[in-house]
């Protein structure tokens, strides 16, 4: 059984809805009706230009995009609110769900972490069954990026709801997906979860294609007795990629690599993506930037030959 909640555009209309209160002129409201009644007069229409003086343009612009945008605000919370709740019933209801992806956009309200306790607090059994999950970044770390990028960096910590799940859940899902590009992501998020034995890959799926990044970077490190082996890691990845495709999903796979890896990572594809015809469209090999390589725990006397 398969639970998912699909990600709706219901929240990104709403944003825009602010150009669409009145007192908006009609014929910049909706051209096509002011056409008609042109037309039935027997005159040619022309759309009325926008003003050519910079400043009442941009007046006109402001005045147009500001008007009730706090109605609007709010609306977008309350969407919010009810697709999580929603998430959170269908999470309760769906016991033995295989796979749970979470909805990417934080809710900003306490719901998102809400429904992380609800899987936390599963017994074995209904735990056991879900192999693949996927988490929006927001419940991974909390940090805010530009403060952390630019003043004092932060040690990653982990919310205390998903150090709860990972504690008591590692042993049964086998892959967790992040729906956020490796240089998006917070210093000490990745190593954090591989030292916790998760298996991550990243991953974005959208209308008209999927991408799934492979991180064997990651695993494997001597340093790192504690993670798991590649070959393992990619078992893992091979089970993901074969479950996409049973959804009718053929993800494009990126296969981030330390240079010291590149001849098990060779060896180990054909095992791993050659039982899968048809699965995976294409398989892109690439060496991880110096910065992901360092915090993945390789030594830095072996640098990158090009950064990512």
Known sequence: MFCEFRRTDCTDQVRHCAVFYEP???NILDPNRARTDQTDRGQQYHAPPLPNNEGERRRMIYAIAGRRIE???????ANRLVYWANFYLALEACVNATAVLFPSASSATPLDTACLELLTGRDATQAAHIAFLQLPYSLVDTRNRWKNEWN?????????????????????????????DATDIGAGVLAFLA????????SAVESEFSRVEALPVLYGVPSKKARKSVARYFDDVHDYVR???S???HPDVQVTYHVSQKDIVLST???????????VKTITLGVASQRLAQEAGWPTSIPAPWPR
């Not at 030292?195 to 990243?202: K, Q």
């Not at 594809?269 to 699965?279: A, D, H, K, R, V």
């Open 269 to 279: 594809l054909p095992q791993t993506f050659g039982p899968i015809p048809s699965e």
């Open 247 to 249: 959804n009718h999903r």
């Open 152 to 180: 004092n960096p932060q040690a990653y910590s982990p919310p205390l709801p998903l150090l709860a799940f990972i504690n008591k859940a590692v042993n049964t899902f086998r892959i967790l997906t992040l729906d956020q």
């Open 24 to 26: 908006v002129p009609e």
């Open 195 to 202: 030292d916790h034995g998760v298996s991550v890959v990243l």
């Open 243 to 245: 479950w996409m495709d």
């Open 71 to 77: 109605t609007c605000r709010r609306a977008d919370q």
